[in-house]
Every structure is written in structure tokens, then in C-alpha cells.
């Protein structure tokens, strides 16, 4: 059983990220948690000077984001409804990143989705803050949906990889599980100039194809330059429909995440990006 946990804040973009999440696990049985924190309502509010009013609307905001939860697992059913899905709905009060994080640990989470961008939908941005935030630091999977993305069924996706670093087996079997449900080709993306891997990068390379001994891989290289250049070109000569990136130190995403702001980085934002954290758990 898949557990997948969709923070939402009720706007069409954790909408899109949500439909497009029972599409992509259509296939499997899953766990959908819908997550809502309501703290930035209930701290928005310039009334708030005291703490008896404090707790007051606290109150108000919990009843409305119960009610919009409802309304939100209502649309879900008219939208998709599955036998195989089962959807529990969360809100909390309190900050999101520290709550997705703590109910990841509790609740032993596989996978986060959302929208790249949330309710203000802010055209000169390409990540919002609370996705940026969550795909940096919290220890799980996080699939990023862009706002404007339409569900396509994955057949080409790309892992690009330095093979620096040994990867996670339950994180590449959940890539595994996703690119075998639609028989997509797993484009492993090698960027250095020249052919021959280091003994420590072969046995990252045989690892990661042994992750993926099910499914159809094809290994690639490319002379190496500007990471994001290079990529942007390989998800338009080959259509890739997702993008896998790994948050680790000495790896292409590290690279990325380091600069001081993700808009610079121009990585192609029309198509969902899968990033793993490679971390412990």
C-alpha cells in the first residue's frame, strides 16, 4: 500500500497536483493524505492581538478548512473515484514544512505531491516558497507538479546522474513501480566528457540498474557543460514527459538547490519534477 501525502491550500494548482498524483498511482493501491495548515490564515489576520482572540480563530479556521477539506475529498470522488485509492483528509494548525515533516516520520510516507506554485500563483516565480521549502528538507520523495501541467502518461523519463553517490533502493523501486505501470524508457543521463567511470561511479551505475532491472533503461551521455542547458535540450530531443533528480551532495541537484534562487537555474518547468532525497529514513 502506497502512502502519498498532497498538501493543499484549495486553488486549482494543488488541484491539478492532486488529479494528476490519482493518475499517476491509478494503477496501484494507495493512501491519500490530504494535508492542509491553516497557521498562515489564522496569523494573517490583524485582529489577532490577544489570546483569547487567538483561540478564536483558530476555531473559525479549523471549522473552514474542515469544511473545504470535505468539499475538496467530494470533488475528488466525482473526479476519479477508485476503489483501489482510499483518501483521508488532515488539518493542522502550525507550520507546513515542520507538519509534512513530522506526519512523513510518523506516518512512514512514500511519496509528497504538489504544485510547484500555490493559491497566488505568481507569474514571476517559477517555485513557490512552501514547495522549495518542502523539496529541501523534509526526508521524502517529492513530486512537483507545474501549474499549468496537463496529466500525460509518462512513456519517457529522465534520471540524471554523476553515479557519485549509491541511491536509495526504496526510491528507486517507487520509480521503478511508476515507469513499469505505463512501460515508460528510464533515459539515465550520464554528463561528463569522457567515457570511462571511476570504480566508485561503476558500482553506483550497476546499483542503480539493478533498482531498475525490470524496467526498460537506456544509458546515456553527453559531453558535459551547463547542466541545466544540457538537460533542458535532452527533454526536448527525446519529449520526456518527467524529470527524476536526486538532492544529495554531489549530485546534479545539489548543483541546482545552491544557487541562490531555483528561477535562475531556467530548468524546464512544463513537466513534473520527481526529486529524491537520498537520505535515511
Known amino acids: 500500500m502506497r502512502k502519498i501525502v498532497v498538501p493543499v491550500d484549495f486553488s486549482e494548482n494543488s488541484w491539478n497536483a492532486l488529479k494528476c498524483a490519482i493518475q499517476y498511482f491509478k494503477y496501484e493501491k494507495c493512501h ?21 482572540v487567538l483561540e478564536e480563530h483558530i476555531k473559525v479556521q479549523s471549522e473552514k478548512a474542515e469544511k473545504e477539506l470535505a468539499t475538496f475529498l467530494k470533488k475528488i470522488q466525482d473526479y476519479y473515484p477508485d476503489p483501489k485509492h482510499s483518501y483521508i483528509t488532515k488539518a493542522v494548525f502550525g507550520n507546513l514544512l515542520e507538519e509534512v515533516n513530522d506526519f512523513v516520520e510518523l506516518e512512514n510516507i ?39 501541467y496537463s496529466y500525460e502518461r509518462p512513456t519517457n ?23 513499469k505501470s505505463y512501460r515508460a524508457t528510464i533515459h539515465l543521463l550520464y554528463l561528463s566528457d569522457y ?38 535540450k535532452y527533454i526536448a530531443d527525446e519529449s520526456i514527459e518527467m524529470i527524476v533528480m536526486v538532492n544529495s551532495r554531489h549530485s546534479y541537484m545539489e548543483e541546482l538547490l545552491n544557487q541562490s534562487n531555483i528561477d535562475a537555474i531556467s530548468l524546464n518547468t512544463k513537466i513534473p519534477l520527481l526529486v529524491f532525497q537520498n537520505l535515511k529514513r
Open 195 to 232: 567515457d570511462r567511470l571511476s570504480l566508485r561511479q561503476q558500482d553506483n551505475k550497476v546499483l542503480i540498474e539493478y533498482c531498475l532491472e525490470d524496467n526498460n533503461v537506456l544509458y546515456a551521455r553527453r559531453d558535459y557543460g551547463p547542466i541545466t542547458k544540457l538537460i533542458n
Open 32 to 52: 491519500f493524505y490530504i494535508f492542509h495548515s491553516y497557521a498562515n490564515e489564522v496569523y494573517k489576520n490583524v485582529r489577532t492581538v490577544s489570546e483569547e
Open 110 to 148: 512514500d511519496l509528497i505531491v504538489m504544485g510547484t506554485k500555490g493559491r497566488t500563483n505568481d507569474t514571476t516565480i517559477t517555485y513557490g516558497s512552501h514547495t522549495l521549502q518542502i523539496l529541501k528538507y523534509v526526508k521524502c520523495p517529492v513530486l512537483g507538479v507545474p501549474a499549468e
Open 157 to 179: 523519463i529522465l534520471l540524471p546522474s554523476d553515479f557519485m553517490i549509491p541511491c536509495k533502493k526504496r526510491e528507486m523501486k517507487l520509480l521503478s513501480c511508476l515507469a
